[in-house]
Protein backbone atom coordinates (compact mmCIF):
# COMPACT_ATOMS: atom_id res chain seq x y z
CA UNK A 1 0.00 0.00 0.00
CA UNK A 2 2.90 2.31 0.73
CA UNK A 3 4.27 2.32 -2.92
CA UNK A 4 0.89 2.92 -4.15
CA UNK A 5 0.66 6.41 -1.89
CA UNK A 6 4.44 6.96 -3.09
CA UNK A 7 3.17 6.55 -6.60
CA UNK A 8 0.76 8.68 -5.84
CA UNK A 9 2.43 11.31 -4.30
CA UNK A 10 5.04 10.94 -7.17
CA UNK A 11 2.20 11.69 -9.70
CA UNK A 12 0.91 14.69 -7.66
CA UNK A 13 4.20 16.48 -7.18
CA UNK A 14 4.68 16.03 -10.83
CA UNK A 15 1.58 17.47 -11.24
CA UNK A 16 2.16 20.39 -9.33
CA UNK A 17 5.22 21.00 -10.98
CA UNK A 18 4.05 21.42 -13.92
CA UNK A 19 0.85 23.77 -12.77
CA UNK A 20 3.50 25.83 -11.21
CA UNK A 21 5.82 25.48 -14.91
CA UNK A 22 2.59 26.45 -16.91
CA UNK A 23 1.77 29.11 -14.54
CA UNK A 24 5.31 30.89 -15.16
CA UNK A 25 4.90 30.35 -19.10
CA UNK A 26 1.60 31.88 -18.73
CA UNK A 27 2.50 35.06 -16.81
CA UNK A 28 5.58 35.12 -19.35
CA UNK A 29 3.54 35.12 -22.25
CA UNK A 30 0.91 37.50 -21.01
CA UNK A 31 3.84 39.85 -20.08
CA UNK A 32 4.93 39.59 -24.11
CA UNK A 33 1.66 39.61 -25.53
CA UNK A 34 1.33 43.37 -22.93
CA UNK A 35 4.86 44.33 -24.34
CA UNK A 36 3.56 43.36 -27.67
CA UNK A 37 -0.02 45.29 -27.27
CA UNK A 38 2.33 48.66 -26.31
CA UNK A 39 4.37 48.52 -29.28
CA UNK A 40 1.42 48.21 -31.60
CA UNK A 41 0.17 51.26 -30.17
CA UNK A 42 3.50 53.10 -30.61
CA UNK A 43 3.35 51.59 -34.30
CA UNK A 44 -0.14 52.69 -35.11
CA UNK A 45 0.29 56.09 -33.58
CA UNK A 46 3.32 56.64 -35.74
CA UNK A 47 1.48 55.07 -38.73
CA UNK A 48 -1.17 58.18 -37.91
CA UNK A 49 1.64 60.87 -37.80
CA UNK A 50 3.27 59.40 -41.15
CA UNK A 51 -0.09 59.33 -42.68
CA UNK A 52 -0.56 63.41 -41.69
CA UNK A 53 3.12 64.03 -42.86
CA UNK A 54 2.24 62.12 -46.19
CA UNK A 55 -0.78 64.02 -46.54
CA UNK A 56 0.91 67.40 -46.23
CA UNK A 57 3.67 66.66 -48.64
CA UNK A 58 1.29 65.42 -51.10
CA UNK A 59 -0.50 68.78 -50.13
CA UNK A 60 3.00 70.41 -50.75
CA UNK A 61 3.62 68.45 -53.51
CA UNK A 62 1.16 70.38 -55.69
CA UNK A 63 2.55 73.87 -54.37
CA UNK A 64 5.89 72.81 -55.77
CA UNK A 65 4.61 71.64 -59.14
CA UNK A 66 3.41 75.44 -59.01
CA UNK A 67 7.05 76.71 -57.44
CA UNK A 68 8.48 74.30 -60.12
CA UNK A 69 6.54 76.14 -63.25
CA UNK A 70 7.24 79.70 -61.74
CA UNK A 71 11.20 78.77 -61.34
CA UNK A 72 10.94 77.67 -65.38
CA UNK A 73 9.07 80.93 -66.59
CA UNK A 74 11.55 82.86 -64.30
CA UNK A 75 14.77 81.16 -65.65
CA UNK A 76 13.71 81.55 -69.41
CA UNK A 77 13.02 85.74 -68.86
CA UNK A 78 16.24 85.52 -67.38
CA UNK A 79 18.05 83.78 -70.19
CA UNK A 80 15.97 85.54 -72.61
CA UNK A 81 17.49 89.37 -70.79
CA UNK A 82 20.86 87.71 -70.78
CA UNK A 83 20.82 87.27 -74.75
CA UNK A 84 19.71 90.57 -74.96
CA UNK A 85 22.56 92.08 -72.92
CA UNK A 86 24.48 89.33 -75.09
CA UNK A 87 23.93 91.51 -78.10
CA UNK A 88 24.14 94.78 -76.71
CA UNK A 89 27.46 94.08 -75.93
CA UNK A 90 28.54 92.07 -79.30
CA UNK A 91 26.65 95.52 -80.96
CA UNK A 92 29.01 97.60 -79.11
CA UNK A 93 32.05 95.33 -79.51
CA UNK A 94 31.20 95.08 -83.29
Avoid: C, H
Amino acid sequence: MDATFDRLEERVNAAVETISRLRREREEVEGRRQELQDELERLKARNRELEQELSRLREGSIDRGEYEARKKAIENRVEGLLSLFDGLEEGATG
